[in-house]
């Protein structure tokens, strides 16, 4: 069987995905997936994830996270991937893969964290996101963390929703 192709002729698997990312048989009814290889802001990158993470699409979020990751300016490529990576060890966690979620959620975390700086410029605490994803329990669906808002730094929700103590009030 030949293999999917996009425009520019890159293999692109064509099956329709389930709302975590798996794949579905040719003809079934899948999620609309996320546009791959979307040039956005960083703003518009994080914004994107984070509307797709609190939709509890963590692997749609990956992908917006890694279209960053691959475009972005090389100062902020680990950042990048290690919130690419973060998402992906949301999709584990999700699908019930408490070993892979365990395993992508502290590679990220240390990625995330060695870009604080980084991370800082564009409105991520990444030290306390680092906190958060190698804290969270995994044995289940782990809610998501808020990533930023156009207001600056914004401390996490805990998991399971709860304000981080010294943060706003819980949603």
Partial sequence: MPRDRDADGRA????PRDGLGRPLP???PG???APEGVVRTAEDTLAEAQRLLDSGRPFHAHEVLED???TGPD???ELWRGLAQLAVGLTHAARGNATGARTLLDRGAGHVQAAADTAARLGVDGVELAHWARSADVTGPVPPPVLTTRRGLVPLRAPGGAAVPGGPPGP
């Fill in 75 to 77: 100062d902020e490529r």
């Fill in 12 to 15: 692109r698997n064509a099956r």
């Fill in 68 to 70: 960053a990751w691959k």
């Fill in 26 to 28: 040719h003809g079934s």
């Fill in 31 to 33: 999620v609309e997936r």
